[in-house]
Protein backbone atom coordinates (compact mmCIF):
# COMPACT_ATOMS: atom_id res chain seq x y z
CA UNK A 1 0.00 0.00 0.00
CA UNK A 2 1.46 3.83 -1.27
CA UNK A 3 1.55 5.75 2.04
CA UNK A 4 0.07 9.43 2.40
CA UNK A 5 2.91 11.15 1.79
CA UNK A 6 3.84 9.42 -1.35
CA UNK A 7 0.05 10.22 -3.00
CA UNK A 8 0.60 14.52 -2.56
CA UNK A 9 1.96 15.96 -5.20
CA UNK A 10 3.58 19.79 -5.25
CA UNK A 11 0.98 22.16 -6.17
CA UNK A 12 -2.31 20.10 -4.84
CA UNK A 13 -4.70 22.26 -3.02
CA UNK A 14 -6.40 21.03 0.07
CA UNK A 15 -9.67 23.75 1.43
CA UNK A 16 -11.71 23.66 4.29
CA UNK A 17 -14.58 26.50 4.64
CA UNK A 18 -16.69 27.77 7.43
CA UNK A 19 -19.61 30.35 7.89
CA UNK A 20 -18.52 32.25 11.26
CA UNK A 21 -21.05 33.06 13.75
CA UNK A 22 -21.35 34.88 16.77
CA UNK A 23 -21.63 31.57 18.62
CA UNK A 24 -18.32 30.39 17.10
CA UNK A 25 -16.51 33.68 18.46
CA UNK A 26 -18.09 33.62 21.67
CA UNK A 27 -17.29 29.88 22.09
CA UNK A 28 -13.57 30.61 21.33
CA UNK A 29 -13.29 33.45 23.65
CA UNK A 30 -14.13 30.75 26.45
CA UNK A 31 -12.00 27.71 25.38
CA UNK A 32 -8.96 30.79 24.94
CA UNK A 33 -9.55 33.22 27.89
CA UNK A 34 -9.67 36.08 24.99
CA UNK A 35 -12.09 38.58 25.81
CA UNK A 36 -10.89 41.03 24.00
CA UNK A 37 -13.95 43.59 23.48
CA UNK A 38 -13.78 43.97 19.96
CA UNK A 39 -14.80 40.38 19.61
CA UNK A 40 -17.39 40.48 22.45
CA UNK A 41 -19.00 43.83 22.67
CA UNK A 42 -20.60 45.66 19.87
CA UNK A 43 -20.95 48.97 21.38
CA UNK A 44 -17.29 48.88 21.75
CA UNK A 45 -16.40 47.67 18.67
CA UNK A 46 -18.64 50.71 16.42
CA UNK A 47 -15.76 53.03 18.04
CA UNK A 48 -12.80 51.17 16.41
CA UNK A 49 -11.61 51.31 12.70
CA UNK A 50 -13.82 47.87 12.11
CA UNK A 51 -16.96 49.20 13.12
CA UNK A 52 -18.27 46.17 13.90
CA UNK A 53 -17.49 43.02 15.89
CA UNK A 54 -14.79 40.98 14.46
CA UNK A 55 -13.48 37.47 14.68
CA UNK A 56 -10.12 36.58 16.65
CA UNK A 57 -7.54 36.55 14.23
CA UNK A 58 -6.40 32.71 15.72
CA UNK A 59 -10.27 31.71 15.09
CA UNK A 60 -10.00 32.50 11.23
CA UNK A 61 -6.01 30.73 11.21
CA UNK A 62 -7.48 27.72 12.73
CA UNK A 63 -9.09 26.93 9.56
CA UNK A 64 -5.80 26.50 8.22
CA UNK A 65 -5.66 23.88 10.50
CA UNK A 66 -8.91 21.84 9.58
CA UNK A 67 -7.52 22.33 6.06
CA UNK A 68 -4.83 20.27 6.67
CA UNK A 69 -6.14 18.03 9.50
CA UNK A 70 -9.40 16.94 7.17
CA UNK A 71 -6.81 16.35 3.79
CA UNK A 72 -3.69 15.14 5.36
CA UNK A 73 -4.48 12.82 8.60
CA UNK A 74 -1.58 12.56 11.32
CA UNK A 75 -0.24 15.73 9.94
CA UNK A 76 1.99 17.14 12.33
CA UNK A 77 2.16 21.02 12.18
CA UNK A 78 5.97 22.26 12.56
CA UNK A 79 5.93 25.91 11.68
CA UNK A 80 3.11 28.21 10.41
CA UNK A 81 3.84 31.92 9.12
CA UNK A 82 0.99 34.33 9.53
CA UNK A 83 -0.07 37.26 8.05
CA UNK A 84 -3.02 39.18 9.30
CA UNK A 85 -4.79 40.98 6.18
CA UNK A 86 -8.01 41.61 7.22
CA UNK A 87 -10.56 40.58 9.54
CA UNK A 88 -13.70 38.06 9.63
CA UNK A 89 -16.59 38.78 10.51
CA UNK A 90 -20.09 37.82 11.89
CA UNK A 91 -21.44 35.65 9.00
CA UNK A 92 -18.64 35.36 6.95
CA UNK A 93 -17.69 32.68 4.85
CA UNK A 94 -14.24 31.98 5.53
CA UNK A 95 -12.34 29.51 3.20
CA UNK A 96 -8.80 27.85 4.16
CA UNK A 97 -6.90 26.88 0.79
CA UNK A 98 -3.49 25.11 1.47
CA UNK A 99 -1.45 24.32 -1.45
CA UNK A 100 1.76 21.79 -2.04
CA UNK A 101 4.48 24.26 -2.42
CA UNK A 102 7.43 21.56 -1.78
CA UNK A 103 7.95 18.46 -0.76
CA UNK A 104 11.08 17.15 1.77
CA UNK A 105 11.11 13.11 0.98
CA UNK A 106 13.47 12.40 3.07
CA UNK A 107 12.03 14.06 6.10
CA UNK A 108 8.67 13.31 5.15
CA UNK A 109 7.87 17.38 5.31
CA UNK A 110 5.85 19.19 3.17
CA UNK A 111 6.28 23.06 2.19
CA UNK A 112 2.15 24.74 2.09
CA UNK A 113 0.99 28.12 1.06
CA UNK A 114 -1.50 28.88 3.42
CA UNK A 115 -4.60 31.40 2.97
CA UNK A 116 -7.91 31.77 4.30
CA UNK A 117 -9.94 34.44 2.08
CA UNK A 118 -13.87 35.41 2.78
CA UNK A 119 -17.32 35.06 0.23
CA UNK A 120 -15.74 38.13 -1.30
CA UNK A 121 -12.27 36.36 -2.44
CA UNK A 122 -10.47 39.19 -0.11
CA UNK A 123 -7.30 37.92 1.66
CA UNK A 124 -8.11 37.35 5.34
CA UNK A 125 -4.64 36.02 6.14
CA UNK A 126 -1.52 34.66 3.93
CA UNK A 127 1.23 32.62 5.28
CA UNK A 128 3.39 29.27 5.13
CA UNK A 129 3.45 26.32 7.08
CA UNK A 130 5.71 23.27 7.27
CA UNK A 131 4.60 20.14 8.45
CA UNK A 132 5.24 16.29 8.82
CA UNK A 133 3.37 13.32 7.30
CA UNK A 134 4.13 10.74 9.03
CA UNK A 135 2.65 8.07 6.86
Not at 20 to 32: E, G, K, P, Y
Not at 76 to 102: C, H
Amino acid sequence: MEALFDQINIGEIFEFSKNISDDDIRRFADITGDRNPLHLDSEYAKKTRFKERIAHGFLTASLISAAIGKNLPGAIYLEQSLRFVRPAKIRDRVTAIVEVLNKDEKHSFLKLSTICKNQKNEYLIEGEALILVEC
